[in-house]
């Protein structure tokens, strides 16, 4: 979707994200996070097992519920004196509204960025905080209540990842563009470009290439990222209905499937991971996060002749793979070899300059070989990439510890 103006939201992440899920594992698994727009794929007939788990504790909202006005939200746009949409100049009233601090004299929106959950709209406003979905959501909500016309777009940024206990996070990242606004009685007027809102800064958002995204994929997407946090808490029933309701919305949203995957994996029924997997190929047979889950599955079975030739197809489509060098390292410090996991760890920061807790072990390994400076530095740079508020405060509390006593806690 084309924009030539564009918003940057004043409280952006240091790191940028939406998850677009796709899990994959640093054990057997790994899961996709599918925030951008996939292919054409075949349906997902005959993946689900709905059987084979129990009710979900946390069940999936309507997907009407994602952008609803709570009454904490109504109250806003009344004190906003938005209880009728605004006769002129919506979209600035709106932008005004994300971009001013909550204290700043008045009930702001601006949210912080935070990559622990993907919020509802009403769940982001009453958190005052959420990751890029989670902000797409909150301005949907209240531009439609301003009759503003809402699109969505995906964002071609570099694949980011994260680590989840057993699992790695594959994220993508997504935004949305607030359209001019027909007048009563005319069939168009002219207004101003559409406005990209987004964490991104607009001189970012100028140079990178975008793909439009329907409203369907955009809650799959919620769905899924659900279900990967959901996961990586070990809810495995509570994940496998939230990437169910994620297919439900999009059954052509193949990141849902992987995921989909990941769950009967963890549930026991590796058949049904396996259908899945290859579900995901059929539509992408590049598809990393399914073609690592699938060789890593093969693997857990025996199946050496089978996983060598995806082991193969994987060598050639990325030849590191996400936190290799990481996990070697963190052997490497158990076994006392904290030099090793220096050298270990700088390959990793070639793969992900800006990732957190590359930077927190290299600390970790600086402080072993008494390189204070050193750990001092890649300490402050895990605290100032940290897209987790409460990561990034114990990060900064260990960083004024350390400056004190010379040690980590």
Not at 280 to 296: E, I, K, M, Y
Not at 298 to 310: T, Y
Request: proline share 8%; with cysteine; aromatic share 4%.
């Amino acid at each position: 979707m084309a924009h030539a103006a564009s918003r940057e939201l004043a409280s952006r992440p240091r790191r940028r994200a939406l998850r677009a899920l796709a899990l994959a594992s640093a054990g057997p698994v790994l899961l996709g996070l599918g925030a951008c727009a996939t292919p054409p794929a075949p349906r997902p007939t005959g993946l689900l097992r709905d059987g084979a788990y129990g009710a979900p504790i946390e069940v999936p909202p309507p997907a009407a519920a994602l952008t609803a006005l709570s009454p904490a939200l109504r109250a806003f746009l009344v004190a906003q004196g938005w209880a009728q949409a605004p006769r002129h100049d919506a979209r600035r009233a709106l932008i005004h509204a994300l971009y001013r601090p909550r204290s700043a004299g008045g009930p702001g929106l601006r949210l912080e960025y935070d990559a622990a959950r993907t919020r509802t709209a009403a769940e982001a406003f009453e958190a005052g905080a959420g990751n890029c979905l989670s902000l797409v959501l909150l301005t949907t909500a209240l531009a439609r209540h301003l009759e503003l016309p809402v699109g969505f777009q995906a964002v071609q940024v570099p694949a980011t990842h994260a680590l989840a206990g057993r699992l790695t996070l594959t994220s993508g990242h997504v935004n949305v563009v607030l359209g001019p606004r027909a007048t009563p009685g005319t069939l168009y007027r002219s207004e101003p470009e559409p406005l990209v809102i987004d964490f991104l800064p607009a001189r970012e958002l100028g140079r990178l290439p975008t793909q439009p995204l329907g409203e369907a994929t955009v809650q799959a997407m919620f769905f899924n990222n659900r279900a990967v946090e959901l996961l990586a808490d070990d809810r495995v029933d509570d994940a496998y209905w939230h990437a169910r309701a994620a297919l439900a919305e999009d059954p052509a949203f193949l990141p849902a499937a992987n995921t989909l995957g990941v769950v009967h994996q963890r549930a026991g029924l590796p058949d049904a991971a396996e259908q899945a997997f290859r579900h995901v190929l059929g539509g992408d047979a590049g598809s990393l996060p399914a073609l690592r889950n699938l060789h890593g599955l093969l693997r857990q079975q025996g199946r050496s002749d089978e996983a060598a030739r995806l082991a193969e197809r994987l060598a050639a489509l990325q030849p590191e793979a996400p936190f290799q060098w990481l996990l070697a390292a963190r052997d490497a410090l158990a076994l006392g070899d904290a030099a090793g996991a220096v050298a270990l760890l700088q390959r990793e920061l070639r793969l992900q300059p800006d990732h957190p807790e590359v930077h927190a072990l290299l600390a970790t390994a600086h402080l072993r070989l008494d390189q204070g400076a050193l750990a001092r530095r890649h300490l402050a740079l895990a605290a100032a990439h940290s897209t987790l508020p409460g990561e990034r405060r114990r990060l900064e509390a260990k960083l004024g510890r350390l400056g004190a006593t010379g040690a980590l806690p």
